[in-house]
Protein backbone atom coordinates (compact mmCIF):
# COMPACT_ATOMS: atom_id res chain seq x y z
CA UNK A 1 0.00 0.00 0.00
CA UNK A 2 2.28 2.64 0.88
CA UNK A 3 4.69 1.60 -1.93
CA UNK A 4 2.02 2.47 -4.67
CA UNK A 5 1.35 5.93 -2.59
CA UNK A 6 5.38 6.96 -3.12
CA UNK A 7 4.78 5.85 -6.74
CA UNK A 8 1.97 7.70 -7.58
CA UNK A 9 3.36 11.45 -6.02
CA UNK A 10 6.65 10.27 -7.96
CA UNK A 11 5.04 10.53 -11.26
CA UNK A 12 2.66 13.60 -10.59
CA UNK A 13 5.91 15.41 -9.36
CA UNK A 14 7.37 14.15 -13.15
CA UNK A 15 4.40 15.50 -15.58
CA UNK A 16 4.99 18.87 -13.61
CA UNK A 17 8.30 19.26 -14.32
CA UNK A 18 7.68 18.52 -18.02
CA UNK A 19 4.48 20.77 -18.11
CA UNK A 20 6.94 24.05 -17.05
CA UNK A 21 8.87 26.41 -19.24
CA UNK A 22 12.82 26.08 -19.16
CA UNK A 23 14.74 28.75 -17.08
CA UNK A 24 17.10 30.84 -19.48
CA UNK A 25 20.23 31.00 -18.05
CA UNK A 26 23.82 33.46 -18.79
CA UNK A 27 27.34 32.15 -19.53
CA UNK A 28 31.74 33.72 -20.32
CA UNK A 29 33.11 31.78 -22.70
CA UNK A 30 37.41 32.49 -22.72
CA UNK A 31 39.17 31.57 -25.82
CA UNK A 32 42.93 31.09 -25.54
CA UNK A 33 46.06 30.00 -27.84
CA UNK A 34 49.05 30.61 -25.71
CA UNK A 35 50.22 27.91 -24.61
CA UNK A 36 53.71 28.33 -22.43
CA UNK A 37 56.57 25.89 -23.80
CA UNK A 38 60.28 25.93 -22.78
CA UNK A 39 62.33 26.81 -25.63
CA UNK A 40 65.01 24.46 -26.74
CA UNK A 41 68.48 25.43 -25.77
CA UNK A 42 70.64 27.09 -28.41
CA UNK A 43 73.64 24.76 -29.59
CA UNK A 44 76.91 25.20 -32.12
CA UNK A 45 77.15 23.07 -34.07
CA UNK A 46 80.69 22.51 -35.81
CA UNK A 47 80.93 21.17 -38.61
CA UNK A 48 84.71 20.68 -40.59
CA UNK A 49 84.57 21.60 -44.17
CA UNK A 50 87.20 21.30 -46.95
CA UNK A 51 89.48 24.60 -47.23
CA UNK A 52 90.05 25.85 -50.34
CA UNK A 53 93.55 25.06 -52.06
CA UNK A 54 95.39 28.75 -52.59
CA UNK A 55 97.65 28.25 -55.59
CA UNK A 56 99.60 31.64 -55.26
CA UNK A 57 102.62 31.88 -54.08
CA UNK A 58 103.65 34.42 -51.50
CA UNK A 59 106.15 37.29 -51.61
CA UNK A 60 108.52 36.53 -48.64
CA UNK A 61 111.24 38.59 -48.03
CA UNK A 62 114.30 37.95 -45.92
CA UNK A 63 116.93 40.65 -44.52
CA UNK A 64 120.18 39.18 -44.66
CA UNK A 65 123.02 40.23 -42.17
CA UNK A 66 126.54 41.59 -44.41
CA UNK A 67 128.65 38.16 -44.73
CA UNK A 68 131.52 40.49 -43.23
CA UNK A 69 134.23 38.77 -41.70
CA UNK A 70 136.71 41.66 -41.19
CA UNK A 71 136.69 45.60 -41.66
CA UNK A 72 139.80 47.09 -42.13
CA UNK A 73 141.08 50.83 -43.22
CA UNK A 74 144.76 49.46 -44.13
CA UNK A 75 145.93 46.19 -45.13
CA UNK A 76 147.73 43.98 -42.24
CA UNK A 77 149.88 41.47 -41.93
CA UNK A 78 147.95 38.01 -40.49
CA UNK A 79 149.77 36.73 -37.57
CA UNK A 80 148.59 34.24 -34.78
CA UNK A 81 147.57 35.78 -32.01
CA UNK A 82 146.34 34.97 -28.82
CA UNK A 83 142.28 33.85 -29.19
CA UNK A 84 139.66 34.21 -26.54
CA UNK A 85 138.04 31.57 -25.01
CA UNK A 86 135.61 29.79 -27.31
CA UNK A 87 134.11 26.19 -27.09
CA UNK A 88 134.53 25.84 -30.87
CA UNK A 89 138.13 26.94 -31.48
CA UNK A 90 140.04 26.28 -34.94
CA UNK A 91 143.52 25.10 -33.57
CA UNK A 92 144.42 23.42 -37.57
CA UNK A 93 147.48 24.78 -39.25
CA UNK A 94 148.77 26.14 -36.02
CA UNK A 95 152.24 26.11 -37.46
CA UNK A 96 153.85 28.18 -40.45
CA UNK A 97 156.75 29.13 -41.97
CA UNK A 98 157.22 31.82 -44.60
CA UNK A 99 160.52 32.33 -46.23
CA UNK A 100 161.98 34.57 -49.67
CA UNK A 101 164.46 36.38 -51.11
CA UNK A 102 164.44 39.50 -53.42
CA UNK A 103 166.91 42.58 -54.55
CA UNK A 104 168.71 44.86 -53.27
CA UNK A 105 169.88 41.64 -50.93
CA UNK A 106 166.45 41.43 -48.90
CA UNK A 107 165.99 37.86 -47.24
CA UNK A 108 162.50 37.85 -45.56
CA UNK A 109 161.76 34.87 -43.36
CA UNK A 110 158.65 34.85 -40.72
CA UNK A 111 157.56 31.74 -38.43
CA UNK A 112 154.90 31.05 -35.93
CA UNK A 113 153.79 28.47 -34.27
CA UNK A 114 150.12 27.41 -31.21
CA UNK A 115 150.56 25.36 -28.15
CA UNK A 116 147.40 24.06 -26.34
CA UNK A 117 143.66 23.58 -26.74
CA UNK A 118 142.75 26.86 -26.91
CA UNK A 119 139.79 25.85 -23.97
CA UNK A 120 142.43 25.28 -21.13
CA UNK A 121 145.24 27.42 -22.43
CA UNK A 122 146.93 28.62 -25.23
CA UNK A 123 150.86 30.06 -26.22
CA UNK A 124 151.22 31.58 -29.59
CA UNK A 125 155.06 32.17 -30.52
CA UNK A 126 155.69 34.45 -33.71
CA UNK A 127 158.96 35.83 -35.37
CA UNK A 128 160.03 37.31 -38.14
CA UNK A 129 162.87 39.51 -39.79
CA UNK A 130 164.12 41.69 -42.76
CA UNK A 131 167.03 43.25 -44.43
CA UNK A 132 167.34 45.25 -47.19
CA UNK A 133 170.74 47.27 -48.67
CA UNK A 134 170.30 50.17 -51.07
CA UNK A 135 172.02 50.62 -54.20
CA UNK A 136 171.60 53.98 -55.36
CA UNK A 137 172.57 55.74 -52.24
CA UNK A 138 175.50 54.76 -49.56
CA UNK A 139 174.16 53.27 -46.10
CA UNK A 140 170.48 53.11 -47.49
CA UNK A 141 169.94 49.82 -45.62
CA UNK A 142 167.66 48.56 -42.53
CA UNK A 143 166.89 45.53 -40.58
CA UNK A 144 163.79 44.87 -38.41
CA UNK A 145 163.79 41.35 -36.20
CA UNK A 146 160.02 41.21 -34.39
CA UNK A 147 159.62 38.34 -31.97
CA UNK A 148 156.97 37.49 -29.36
CA UNK A 149 155.35 34.98 -27.45
CA UNK A 150 152.08 35.75 -26.07
CA UNK A 151 150.07 33.06 -23.25
CA UNK A 152 146.65 32.69 -22.04
CA UNK A 153 144.90 30.52 -19.32
CA UNK A 154 141.55 30.54 -18.75
CA UNK A 155 139.63 29.51 -15.86
CA UNK A 156 135.56 29.05 -15.55
CA UNK A 157 134.89 32.47 -15.74
CA UNK A 158 138.20 34.45 -16.15
CA UNK A 159 141.45 34.68 -18.15
CA UNK A 160 145.13 34.96 -16.90
CA UNK A 161 147.24 36.08 -19.97
CA UNK A 162 150.80 37.68 -20.53
CA UNK A 163 153.08 38.32 -22.88
CA UNK A 164 156.78 39.75 -24.28
CA UNK A 165 157.99 41.06 -27.06
CA UNK A 166 161.46 41.57 -28.35
CA UNK A 167 162.42 43.86 -31.25
CA UNK A 168 165.82 45.25 -32.38
CA UNK A 169 165.77 48.17 -35.32
CA UNK A 170 168.64 48.95 -37.47
CA UNK A 171 168.52 52.18 -39.67
CA UNK A 172 171.32 54.36 -40.77
CA UNK A 173 171.55 58.14 -41.04
CA UNK A 174 172.17 58.23 -44.79
CA UNK A 175 170.31 61.64 -45.60
CA UNK A 176 173.68 63.88 -45.84
CA UNK A 177 175.25 65.35 -48.79
CA UNK A 178 177.12 62.29 -50.14
CA UNK A 179 179.18 64.53 -52.27
CA UNK A 180 180.22 67.04 -49.24
CA UNK A 181 180.75 64.74 -46.56
CA UNK A 182 181.84 61.13 -45.73
CA UNK A 183 180.97 59.07 -41.95
CA UNK A 184 181.67 56.32 -41.03
CA UNK A 185 179.36 53.16 -41.15
CA UNK A 186 179.32 52.58 -36.77
CA UNK A 187 178.84 57.24 -36.33
CA UNK A 188 175.69 56.91 -38.68
CA UNK A 189 174.06 53.70 -37.09
CA UNK A 190 170.81 53.83 -35.30
CA UNK A 191 169.96 50.95 -33.28
CA UNK A 192 167.15 50.37 -31.27
CA UNK A 193 166.42 47.57 -28.75
CA UNK A 194 162.90 47.19 -27.08
CA UNK A 195 161.59 44.76 -24.60
CA UNK A 196 158.10 44.81 -23.20
CA UNK A 197 156.52 42.31 -20.94
CA UNK A 198 152.84 42.58 -20.37
CA UNK A 199 150.35 40.45 -17.48
CA UNK A 200 146.81 40.76 -16.97
CA UNK A 201 143.92 39.52 -15.34
CA UNK A 202 140.35 39.89 -16.96
CA UNK A 203 137.00 38.19 -16.44
CA UNK A 204 135.50 36.41 -19.72
CA UNK A 205 131.88 36.14 -18.00
CA UNK A 206 130.47 39.16 -16.06
CA UNK A 207 130.10 38.45 -12.04
CA UNK A 208 126.64 37.94 -10.41
CA UNK A 209 126.99 42.14 -9.87
CA UNK A 210 127.11 42.65 -13.68
CA UNK A 211 131.00 43.78 -13.23
CA UNK A 212 133.44 43.22 -15.65
CA UNK A 213 137.47 44.00 -15.48
CA UNK A 214 140.87 43.65 -17.08
CA UNK A 215 143.28 44.71 -14.58
CA UNK A 216 147.01 44.70 -16.84
CA UNK A 217 150.36 45.99 -16.74
CA UNK A 218 153.11 46.16 -18.93
CA UNK A 219 157.02 46.92 -18.15
CA UNK A 220 159.04 48.59 -21.39
CA UNK A 221 163.21 49.01 -22.29
CA UNK A 222 163.37 51.53 -24.78
CA UNK A 223 167.32 51.72 -25.60
CA UNK A 224 168.87 53.45 -29.00
CA UNK A 225 172.40 52.23 -28.27
CA UNK A 226 175.37 54.34 -27.42
CA UNK A 227 172.80 57.25 -27.11
CA UNK A 228 169.74 56.92 -25.03
CA UNK A 229 167.62 54.68 -23.01
CA UNK A 230 164.65 55.16 -21.77
CA UNK A 231 161.90 52.08 -19.12
CA UNK A 232 158.72 52.68 -18.38
CA UNK A 233 155.62 51.30 -17.05
CA UNK A 234 152.06 51.31 -18.01
CA UNK A 235 149.63 49.89 -15.11
CA UNK A 236 145.72 49.83 -16.61
CA UNK A 237 142.87 49.38 -14.24
CA UNK A 238 139.68 49.61 -16.51
CA UNK A 239 136.18 48.52 -14.56
CA UNK A 240 132.52 48.02 -16.18
CA UNK A 241 129.18 47.47 -14.71
CA UNK A 242 126.12 46.64 -15.89
CA UNK A 243 123.26 48.76 -14.63
CA UNK A 244 120.69 47.12 -16.79
CA UNK A 245 119.50 46.32 -19.90
CA UNK A 246 119.94 49.96 -21.28
CA UNK A 247 122.78 51.60 -18.77
CA UNK A 248 126.17 50.56 -17.74
CA UNK A 249 128.53 52.40 -16.35
CA UNK A 250 132.86 51.73 -16.55
CA UNK A 251 135.90 53.79 -14.59
CA UNK A 252 139.07 53.39 -16.65
CA UNK A 253 142.84 54.35 -14.05
CA UNK A 254 145.85 54.55 -16.21
CA UNK A 255 149.31 55.46 -14.85
CA UNK A 256 151.72 56.05 -17.89
CA UNK A 257 155.50 56.60 -16.44
CA UNK A 258 158.74 56.53 -18.27
CA UNK A 259 162.21 57.60 -16.99
CA UNK A 260 165.08 58.85 -19.70
CA UNK A 261 168.44 59.01 -20.15
CA UNK A 262 170.54 60.43 -22.89
CA UNK A 263 174.01 59.26 -23.54
CA UNK A 264 176.79 61.00 -25.12
CA UNK A 265 174.42 64.18 -25.64
CA UNK A 266 176.50 67.36 -25.94
CA UNK A 267 177.28 69.72 -24.03
CA UNK A 268 175.22 67.68 -21.12
CA UNK A 269 173.39 64.74 -20.96
CA UNK A 270 169.57 65.12 -19.40
CA UNK A 271 167.66 62.81 -17.03
CA UNK A 272 164.07 62.83 -16.69
CA UNK A 273 160.78 61.58 -15.96
CA UNK A 274 157.59 61.42 -18.27
CA UNK A 275 154.05 60.76 -16.40
CA UNK A 276 150.71 61.01 -17.40
CA UNK A 277 147.91 60.02 -14.77
CA UNK A 278 144.09 59.55 -15.68
CA UNK A 279 140.92 58.49 -14.31
CA UNK A 280 138.03 58.34 -17.10
CA UNK A 281 134.32 57.99 -15.48
CA UNK A 282 131.65 57.20 -17.97
CA UNK A 283 128.20 56.58 -18.19
CA UNK A 284 126.77 54.31 -21.58
CA UNK A 285 123.10 54.39 -22.76
CA UNK A 286 122.13 52.28 -25.55
CA UNK A 287 118.94 51.71 -27.03
CA UNK A 288 117.06 51.38 -30.21
CA UNK A 289 116.78 55.08 -30.92
CA UNK A 290 120.72 56.24 -29.66
CA UNK A 291 123.69 55.20 -28.20
CA UNK A 292 125.77 57.56 -25.55
CA UNK A 293 128.86 57.99 -24.43
CA UNK A 294 129.28 60.13 -22.01
CA UNK A 295 132.32 60.54 -19.52
CA UNK A 296 135.08 62.95 -18.63
CA UNK A 297 138.73 62.31 -18.45
CA UNK A 298 140.38 63.45 -15.10
CA UNK A 299 144.43 63.79 -16.08
CA UNK A 300 147.82 65.02 -14.37
CA UNK A 301 150.16 65.73 -17.12
CA UNK A 302 153.61 65.52 -15.31
CA UNK A 303 151.70 67.01 -12.15
CA UNK A 304 149.58 69.27 -13.85
CA UNK A 305 146.22 69.12 -13.81
CA UNK A 306 143.49 69.13 -17.07
CA UNK A 307 139.58 68.08 -16.90
CA UNK A 308 139.19 66.71 -20.24
CA UNK A 309 136.07 65.61 -22.19
CA UNK A 310 134.61 62.29 -23.13
CA UNK A 311 131.38 62.02 -25.14
CA UNK A 312 129.88 60.74 -27.87
CA UNK A 313 127.13 59.70 -29.74
CA UNK A 314 125.25 57.08 -32.50
CA UNK A 315 122.05 58.16 -33.69
CA UNK A 316 120.80 54.91 -36.21
CA UNK A 317 117.85 55.87 -38.74
CA UNK A 318 116.43 53.61 -41.51
CA UNK A 319 116.55 50.51 -39.70
CA UNK A 320 119.78 50.72 -38.09
CA UNK A 321 121.79 50.80 -42.12
CA UNK A 322 122.29 54.38 -41.77
CA UNK A 323 124.01 56.11 -38.29
CA UNK A 324 124.82 59.92 -37.50
CA UNK A 325 127.99 60.26 -35.17
CA UNK A 326 128.91 63.07 -33.36
CA UNK A 327 131.75 63.49 -30.60
CA UNK A 328 133.26 65.70 -28.16
CA UNK A 329 136.95 63.62 -26.80
CA UNK A 330 139.68 65.27 -25.35
CA UNK A 331 143.17 62.90 -24.51
CA UNK A 332 147.09 63.39 -24.33
CA UNK A 333 149.28 61.57 -26.26
CA UNK A 334 152.35 60.28 -24.69
CA UNK A 335 155.31 61.97 -26.20
CA UNK A 336 158.29 59.14 -25.23
CA UNK A 337 161.35 58.58 -27.01
CA UNK A 338 159.80 55.37 -28.07
CA UNK A 339 156.57 56.41 -29.53
CA UNK A 340 158.42 59.07 -31.63
CA UNK A 341 160.65 57.13 -33.10
CA UNK A 342 158.36 54.43 -34.33
CA UNK A 343 157.26 57.75 -36.29
CA UNK A 344 160.43 58.71 -37.52
CA UNK A 345 163.01 56.60 -36.77
CA UNK A 346 166.04 58.75 -37.38
CA UNK A 347 165.17 61.24 -34.89
CA UNK A 348 167.95 62.48 -32.53
CA UNK A 349 167.40 62.00 -29.03
CA UNK A 350 165.72 64.27 -26.97
CA UNK A 351 166.37 67.09 -24.89
CA UNK A 352 163.34 67.34 -23.28
CA UNK A 353 159.17 65.38 -23.44
CA UNK A 354 156.40 67.56 -23.79
CA UNK A 355 153.30 65.83 -24.10
CA UNK A 356 150.32 66.66 -26.47
CA UNK A 357 147.19 67.95 -25.59
CA UNK A 358 144.35 67.30 -28.48
CA UNK A 359 140.80 68.12 -28.29
CA UNK A 360 138.38 67.07 -31.10
CA UNK A 361 134.95 68.49 -32.13
CA UNK A 362 133.87 65.79 -34.78
CA UNK A 363 130.36 64.63 -37.08
CA UNK A 364 130.15 61.57 -39.51
CA UNK A 365 127.96 59.18 -40.75
CA UNK A 366 128.25 55.31 -41.41
CA UNK A 367 126.24 52.80 -43.44
CA UNK A 368 126.06 49.06 -44.28
CA UNK A 369 124.11 49.10 -47.63
CA UNK A 370 123.68 46.02 -50.35
CA UNK A 371 124.63 43.37 -48.11
CA UNK A 372 129.01 43.71 -48.63
CA UNK A 373 129.13 47.77 -48.60
CA UNK A 374 130.11 49.74 -46.25
CA UNK A 375 131.02 53.27 -45.85
CA UNK A 376 131.63 55.82 -43.18
CA UNK A 377 132.80 59.76 -43.77
CA UNK A 378 134.01 62.07 -40.63
CA UNK A 379 134.63 65.75 -40.41
CA UNK A 380 135.86 67.75 -37.33
CA UNK A 381 138.42 70.32 -35.91
CA UNK A 382 140.98 68.89 -33.63
CA UNK A 383 143.01 71.57 -31.66
CA UNK A 384 146.22 70.42 -30.48
CA UNK A 385 148.20 71.86 -27.53
CA UNK A 386 152.69 71.03 -27.98
CA UNK A 387 151.92 69.25 -31.23
CA UNK A 388 155.68 67.50 -32.41
CA UNK A 389 157.00 68.92 -35.68
CA UNK A 390 159.85 67.03 -37.30
CA UNK A 391 162.40 69.65 -38.62
CA UNK A 392 165.99 68.56 -40.41
CA UNK A 393 168.75 69.08 -37.90
CA UNK A 394 171.18 71.38 -40.22
CA UNK A 395 174.03 71.46 -37.35
CA UNK A 396 174.72 67.38 -38.12
CA UNK A 397 174.49 67.96 -41.96
CA UNK A 398 170.48 67.28 -42.16
CA UNK A 399 171.31 63.71 -41.64
CA UNK A 400 168.95 63.37 -38.58
CA UNK A 401 165.90 65.30 -36.94
CA UNK A 402 164.91 67.52 -34.09
CA UNK A 403 161.42 68.43 -32.64
CA UNK A 404 159.82 71.91 -33.31
CA UNK A 405 157.24 72.40 -30.43
CA UNK A 406 154.05 73.63 -31.41
CA UNK A 407 152.57 74.84 -28.61
CA UNK A 408 149.13 75.96 -30.11
CA UNK A 409 147.58 74.96 -33.58
CA UNK A 410 144.26 73.51 -35.09
CA UNK A 411 143.40 71.07 -37.81
CA UNK A 412 140.44 70.65 -39.51
CA UNK A 413 140.58 66.55 -40.43
CA UNK A 414 138.46 64.71 -42.85
CA UNK A 415 138.21 60.80 -43.10
CA UNK A 416 136.59 58.66 -45.16
CA UNK A 417 136.81 55.26 -46.01
CA UNK A 418 134.75 52.69 -48.10
CA UNK A 419 134.68 48.65 -48.65
CA UNK A 420 133.15 45.81 -50.72
CA UNK A 421 134.08 42.25 -48.65
CA UNK A 422 132.10 39.40 -49.40
CA UNK A 423 133.98 36.44 -46.36
CA UNK A 424 136.96 35.86 -47.36
CA UNK A 425 137.14 35.39 -50.90
CA UNK A 426 137.14 38.72 -51.84
CA UNK A 427 137.76 42.48 -49.97
CA UNK A 428 138.59 45.79 -51.68
CA UNK A 429 139.06 48.94 -49.13
CA UNK A 430 139.52 52.64 -49.58
CA UNK A 431 140.50 55.27 -47.71
CA UNK A 432 141.08 58.78 -47.47
CA UNK A 433 142.57 61.88 -44.92
CA UNK A 434 143.17 65.14 -44.74
CA UNK A 435 145.04 67.30 -42.54
CA UNK A 436 144.56 70.88 -42.85
CA UNK A 437 147.08 73.07 -39.98
CA UNK A 438 146.27 76.06 -39.47
CA UNK A 439 146.71 78.84 -36.80
CA UNK A 440 150.09 78.13 -36.18
CA UNK A 441 151.83 79.93 -33.23
CA UNK A 442 155.62 78.78 -32.90
CA UNK A 443 156.12 77.19 -36.67
CA UNK A 444 155.70 78.64 -39.93
CA UNK A 445 154.51 75.83 -41.63
CA UNK A 446 152.92 71.80 -40.19
CA UNK A 447 156.75 70.37 -41.01
CA UNK A 448 156.74 66.82 -42.72
CA UNK A 449 152.90 66.50 -41.81
CA UNK A 450 151.25 65.02 -44.34
CA UNK A 451 147.99 66.72 -45.52
CA UNK A 452 146.38 64.45 -48.09
CA UNK A 453 146.97 60.26 -47.61
CA UNK A 454 145.09 58.44 -50.04
CA UNK A 455 145.15 54.43 -49.49
CA UNK A 456 143.77 51.26 -51.20
CA UNK A 457 143.61 47.48 -50.63
CA UNK A 458 142.42 44.57 -52.68
CA UNK A 459 142.40 40.65 -51.74
CA UNK A 460 140.73 38.09 -54.78
CA UNK A 461 140.97 34.72 -54.00
CA UNK A 462 140.35 34.37 -57.85
CA UNK A 463 140.22 30.50 -57.45
CA UNK A 464 140.64 28.34 -54.56
CA UNK A 465 144.47 28.06 -55.09
CA UNK A 466 145.36 31.72 -56.03
CA UNK A 467 145.15 34.71 -54.05
CA UNK A 468 145.45 38.10 -56.05
CA UNK A 469 146.51 40.87 -53.82
CA UNK A 470 146.93 44.99 -54.37
CA UNK A 471 148.10 47.61 -52.33
CA UNK A 472 148.11 51.55 -53.02
CA UNK A 473 149.41 54.65 -51.04
CA UNK A 474 149.34 57.87 -52.10
CA UNK A 475 150.78 60.99 -50.03
CA UNK A 476 150.56 64.54 -50.99
CA UNK A 477 153.86 66.58 -50.63
CA UNK A 478 154.31 68.08 -46.90
CA UNK A 479 156.87 70.93 -45.78
CA UNK A 480 160.19 71.02 -44.72
CA UNK A 481 162.63 73.48 -43.44
CA UNK A 482 165.34 73.96 -44.68
CA UNK A 483 168.86 76.12 -43.99
CA UNK A 484 168.19 80.02 -43.16
CA UNK A 485 164.83 79.09 -42.26
CA UNK A 486 163.65 78.71 -45.56
CA UNK A 487 160.29 76.73 -46.07
CA UNK A 488 160.37 74.27 -48.96
CA UNK A 489 157.81 71.64 -50.58
CA UNK A 490 158.05 68.22 -51.01
CA UNK A 491 156.98 66.37 -53.63
CA UNK A 492 154.01 63.60 -53.56
CA UNK A 493 154.34 60.34 -53.85
CA UNK A 494 152.65 56.79 -55.03
CA UNK A 495 153.53 53.67 -54.07
CA UNK A 496 152.23 50.46 -55.63
CA UNK A 497 152.28 46.84 -55.31
CA UNK A 498 150.77 43.57 -56.06
CA UNK A 499 151.32 40.11 -55.03
CA UNK A 500 150.69 36.72 -55.54
CA UNK A 501 149.95 33.39 -53.73
CA UNK A 502 149.20 30.00 -54.99
CA UNK A 503 148.80 26.75 -53.38
CA UNK A 504 150.81 23.73 -54.48
CA UNK A 505 148.78 21.79 -52.16
CA UNK A 506 146.69 22.26 -48.45
CA UNK A 507 150.25 22.92 -47.02
CA UNK A 508 152.95 24.44 -49.15
CA UNK A 509 152.25 27.45 -51.26
CA UNK A 510 154.64 29.88 -53.26
CA UNK A 511 154.09 33.72 -52.81
CA UNK A 512 155.59 37.10 -55.15
CA UNK A 513 155.28 40.22 -54.12
CA UNK A 514 156.08 43.39 -56.30
CA UNK A 515 156.85 46.70 -54.62
CA UNK A 516 157.05 50.50 -55.47
CA UNK A 517 155.83 48.85 -58.87
CA UNK A 518 156.14 52.37 -60.09
CA UNK A 519 159.27 52.75 -59.39
CA UNK A 520 158.60 56.26 -57.16
CA UNK A 521 161.59 57.47 -55.60
CA UNK A 522 159.42 59.98 -53.43
CA UNK A 523 160.79 61.22 -49.47
CA UNK A 524 158.14 60.92 -46.71
CA UNK A 525 161.11 61.99 -44.31
CA UNK A 526 163.52 65.39 -46.18
CA UNK A 527 166.22 63.34 -47.55
CA UNK A 528 165.60 60.06 -46.96
CA UNK A 529 164.63 58.96 -50.63
CA UNK A 530 162.66 55.58 -50.66
CA UNK A 531 164.31 52.28 -52.57
CA UNK A 532 162.63 51.96 -55.82
CA UNK A 533 160.81 49.15 -57.24
CA UNK A 534 161.75 45.69 -55.55
CA UNK A 535 160.38 42.55 -55.75
CA UNK A 536 160.50 39.54 -53.65
CA UNK A 537 159.46 35.81 -53.78
CA UNK A 538 159.52 32.50 -51.57
CA UNK A 539 157.48 29.72 -50.30
CA UNK A 540 154.83 29.53 -47.44
CA UNK A 541 154.95 26.35 -45.60
CA UNK A 542 151.50 25.30 -43.58
CA UNK A 543 151.95 22.81 -40.58
Keep these: MNKLILTTIALVFSLVALTQEPKKTQSIDINSTYKPVLRNAVKINLSGTQLIADTSLPNLSYKIPSQNLFYALKPITLRPLALEQDTNV ?20 SAGISLGDG ?37 PKSEVYGGIDLNLYNYYLYGYDHSLYTFKKDSIKQQFQNVAFKIGFKNTKATESGISYNPNIEVTSFINKDKASEVGAIITLPFEKIINENFAAKIDLKADVNKYTSKSLLPINVNFTNTIVQINPAVIYHSNLFKLHGGITAAWNNKKYELLPDVYAEIPVQ ?36 NTKETEYYGGIKASIAKHFNFSAKAGVVHYNNLPFYINDTLANDKSFLISNETSVNNFRIHGDISYINQDKFSLTGAINYNGYTSMQSNYRAWHTIPVEVTASLR ?18 SNYLAKGNVAKPMGAGTDLSAGLEFKITKNISVWGDANNILNSKYQRWHNYEVYGANFMGGILLHF
Design 90 to 109: YLGNRKFLKAGFGNFTTPYI
Design 119 to 155: KKSLVNFTADYIQSKGTAIENQNYSMLNTKAVASYFL
Design 319 to 354: DKVFAIQAGWIGRFVKNSYKNLTTINPYLSPLLAQI
Design 460 to 477: WWALKTILIKSDIRFIDG
